[in-house]
């Protein structure tokens, strides 16, 4: 089992995980998230998880960008029209990067191994109570701003929700 | 010395880097760059590289988000404006997010340790030649763009401009 011990390395600002063994650093860095509100005919896509966490809960599609991939590949086989947020999910050490996206061609879609079912909805019909994370909440919530129009400047972590943040983020973060 | 064979781990997608003796799984993914275009009185701030790569050439304040960092926080000390581009530099594994930011109280700036000059720039006089990545090309230019007034939405990649790229980014990967 290999051992890794906290210490900072020579050179180095913070504390990385060392292998006791052979020296090797594991650097943790945040993972890039890209996700899409997909949307049809004035309604939005949600998939509903087929696995943890929060499995049975509705999301927007979404997943963790490949090392080599670019963000827009991350949110292939949808017509990208823009940035719509980029959320810090600092607590759990994620960047995620929502676009607004359509469908490339005819909405065909069905779930996929990840997902018990995928629906598109009106905004009335949206399960609020069963979205899986804050961010799909922040997510639907800046493409209601923002409209079907121009994409402006994209939409940060909402200030006073301090849901999915580090304990050390200072309270006033947002841009 | 820990020695990592690269193969598929049941369920995944992807080939990763396992640990022949533990089964540690070094999954890479790709990192998050936070840098800013800081304005002052029309001018913007460069800073001249005192390490590689590309030592001797001017960038803009730019770093790797640690974990549990928000994105705002990776441009701590500044004001920030708001995000003006998201980059894919795909063919080294990064993800840059830019802001456009000015500085909070005076201008006061002095080289750190990763700099051997810092110094304001008209835009006349930016050394165009000796600027250490494409990225700050583009970030230069979509700054000119998107002026002073309120941002719109984040510039991407050039579509044109494959420098960063992965080989196997499809020509057409432009919002």
């Known amino acids: 089992m290999t ?6 390395p020579d050179g180095d600002t913070h504390e990385r ?3 006791d063994q052979c020296g090797y650093v594991a650097y943790e860095n945040p993972k890039v998230v890209v996700g899409s509100v997909v949307v049809h005919e004035g309604k939005v896509l949600l ?9 049975g809960y509705w999301t927007i ?7 080599h991939e670019t963000v827009e590949e991350g949110g292939a086989r949808l017509k990208l029209d823009g940035i719509l947020a980029v959320f810090s999910i600092s607590r759990i050490g994620q960047v995620q990067v929502i676009f607004r996206a359509r469908f490339d061609g005819a ?4 779930p996929g191994v990840e997902s018990l079912d995928v629906r598109l909805f009106d905004w009335a019909d949206i399960p609020w109570d069963e979205l899986a994370f804050p961010s799909v909440h922040w997510s639907l919530h ?3 701003s923002a409209g079907d129009g121009l994409l402006g400047a994209p939409a940060g972590n909402p200030p006073a929700d301090r849901r999915g943040l580090s304990p050390e983020t200072p309270v006033k973060a947002s841009i």
Chains 1, 2 share one sequence.
Request: aromatic share 12%; glycine share 4%.
């Open 17 to 19: 995980a060392v292998c």
């Open 47 to 55: 998939c509903r998880r087929a696995i943890e966490p929060r499995r």
């Open 3 to 8: 051992q890794f011990t906290k210490r900072t």
């Open 142 to 144: 800046a493409w209601r």
């Open 107 to 110: 909405a065909d879609f069905a």
């Open 61 to 67: 599609p979404a997943g963790y960008l490949e090392l």
